[in-house]
């Protein structure tokens, strides 16, 4: 959309070169969504994904009744257990100035004397990109549960550098010294070079490989 940015603030000025544009992302999109994102993050959550209700937190933006009044009258959120914040939490920008608007939140209430089992607390321990990221402990001879802070973290931008390249190749773009194809090669050279710190021999990215693929959606 930041293509477009332009021709939203001022429709009169710019003039429509290419009047059908059409943009594919892959992506999922749902602050477009006016009258049914937060209903559908809330069966989401409580339906498909099987979290109890009743350990749900919703944050709203302070002045967002419609919202507010979403989750109380039709969710059933009690009244409690929705929260209105400011700007800084609850309030959606693109820039400086451009399109804007208050968004909403649902949180999980890890209980202090238990968790919940199927939830981690951050996206590189996810099914994802964890086991990305065990196969670099074990070229590596690191184990993640026993490595310092410094070696986690090199084993995270391992796990990371390794899923974006390969998504970002199965799309078209191929490592260069110039553009897009320059991100990629930099992503190559650092997960390289963070292996070789902790260890690693070899082709890293080709023993790395079959881990990422194999957890790729088939649109890929």
Known sequence: MLQFKPVFLDPVQVP?????????????RTNDVENGAIQWAWELSTVEFGLPANRLWISVFEED??????????????????????EEDNFWTSGVAGPCGPCSEIYYDFHPERGYADIV????????????????????KVPYDLADDQSKLNLKIIGDHMRAVVYLISGGVVPSNIGRGYVVRRLIRRAVRTGRILGTKGDLSTDIYPDVKDRMPRIF
């Open 16 to 28: 429509r070169q290419v009047p059908r544009a059409t943009t594919a992302q892959r992506c999922i």
């Open 65 to 86: 009744n419609e919202a507010f009044e979403i989750c109380h009258d039709e969710m059933g959120v009690p009244v409690e257990r929705i929260k209105r914040m400011g």
């Open 121 to 140: 607390s951050n996206n590189y321990e996810t099914d994802l990109i964890y086991p990305i990221i065990e196969k670099t402990s074990e070229l590596a």
